[in-house]
Nanobody
Framework: QVHLVESGGGSVQAGGSLRLSCATS????????MGWFRQAPGKEREGVAG????????NYADSVKGRFTISRDNAKNTVYLDLNRLEPEDTAIYSC????????????????????????WGHGTQVTVSS
């Protein structure tokens, strides 16, 4: 059974930093493209960052480029998201995701990482940024 468990969310003031972690089990982690999505109240889920399984190259949404950094530790089956220079607009539930397997829909929509449908989701962790 596949499990993705996020940790590290919390409440910070604008300009602050957080590190999110996503511990994964039940998949061969090193062969999966991993990533993070977020959903703010009243808004659609959006992709934040992804990281390839092969060369580990990252990609980011324009809104977080230069502020967020995604990384992975294949030995620990864990993907990280470092959030820096946080803004109130970054307030959302952040969910970890793995591409592969049967597509797992959220809100009736299919999402993708590295061009592959997301098959596994974590439950999410809340990030709240106050001004």
């Amino acid at each position: 059974q596949v499990h993705l468990v996020e940790s590290g969310g919390g409440s910070v003031q604008a300009g602050g930093s957080l590190r999110l972690s996503c511990a994964t089990s039940g998949v061969t982690f090193s062969t999966y493209c991993m990533g993070w999505f977020r959903q703010a109240p009243g808004k659609e889920r959006e992709g934040v960052a992804g990281i390839y399984d092969g060369d580990g190259s990252p990609n980011y949404a324009d809104s977080v480029k230069g502020r967020f950094t995604i990384s992975r530790d294949n030995a620990k089956n864990t993907v990280y998201l470092d959030l820096n220079r946080l803004e109130p607009e970054d307030t959302a539930i952040y969910s970890c995701a793995a591409a592969g397997g049967a597509p797992a829909y959220r809100g009736g929509r299919q999402y993708a990482l590295c061009g592959v449908p997301v098959g596994y989701w974590g439950h999410g962790t809340q990030v709240t940024v106050s001004s």
